[in-house]
């Protein structure tokens, strides 16, 4: 199994990327999902996320409002790290179970005929995480991919996206680190401030390239 990570900035393009990289082959991990699944209240993160910010940040079915907890977090670089401290190690740890179910997947994806064995050839896998650096993970991947865009379009994307004001946003994109230190530390840059067919022929070029180390791994 390859094991690379896919990151970028908040409406960087790094989703679209993602299922780029899913609909040639790769499989997925979305390290954002799994967060997502932490502030659930089946979560064991769930309560000790309360019991640091408060049930205001409750919706009326007592499930943790991402909105609410996002514009205590995002305005306080302190909190921020609170909640870090608690869903980030939670994330990683069901990245890595994920990770290691298609490792064994490619383990066991074999046969013999004819005292030939047949292999289907091994996965690229792409760990689809923002914070693959700020977590301090990026050593873990083979390589690192990041998807980038120019800050105007982040700002404005992240606005439309999300529904937040231009304050809002650029605090969001502040909170994570500058795009030109992820771009500095990338193995591969995918530029997805162009055309989708742009981005496209980008994304085959690297994946053809995931492809080839893990064919020599």
Not at 34 to 46: D, Q, V
Not at 124 to 130: G, K, P, R
Not at 134 to 162: N, S, T, Y
Not at 197 to 216: F, I, P
Request: charged share 30%; with cysteine; net charge negative.
């Amino acid at each position: 199994m390859g094991y690379f990570g896919l990151t970028g900035g908040a409406a960087s393009g790094k989703s679209t990327v993602a299922r780029m990289f899913q609909d040639l082959g790769a499989r997925i991990i979305d390290a954002d999902r799994i967060g997502h699944e932490m502030l659930r209240s089946s979560s064991p993160a769930y309560a000790e996320i309360l019991r640091q910010f408060g049930k205001e940040i409750l919706d009326d079915s007592g499930e943790i409002d991402r909105s609410r907890l996002g514009r205590i977090v995002f305005r306080d670089p302190e909190r921020l790290q609170q909640l870090n401290a608690i869903v980030h190690p939670r994330i990683i740890a069901g990245v890595e179970d994920l990770a290691a179910q298609y490792q064994a997947d490619d383990l066991i994806s074999h046969y013999h005929a004819d005292d030939v064995t047949f292999r289907r050839p091994r996965s690229v896998v792409l760990v689809d995480a923002a914070l693959i650096f700020e977590a301090g993970i990026g050593g873990c991947f083979d390589k690192v991919v990041v998807a980038w865009c120019w800050p105007e379009q982040q700002v404005e994307r992240l606005m439309a996206k999300a529904g937040l004001s231009r304050e809002e946003a650029e605090q969001r994109i502040a909170a994570q680190m500058p795009a030109e230190e992820k771009r500095r530390r990338a193995d591969y840059l995918i530029d997805c401030s162009g055309s989708l067919e742009s981005t496209r022929e980008q994304v085959r070029k690297v994946y053809a390239d995931l492809v080839r180390q893990v064919g020599r791994a």
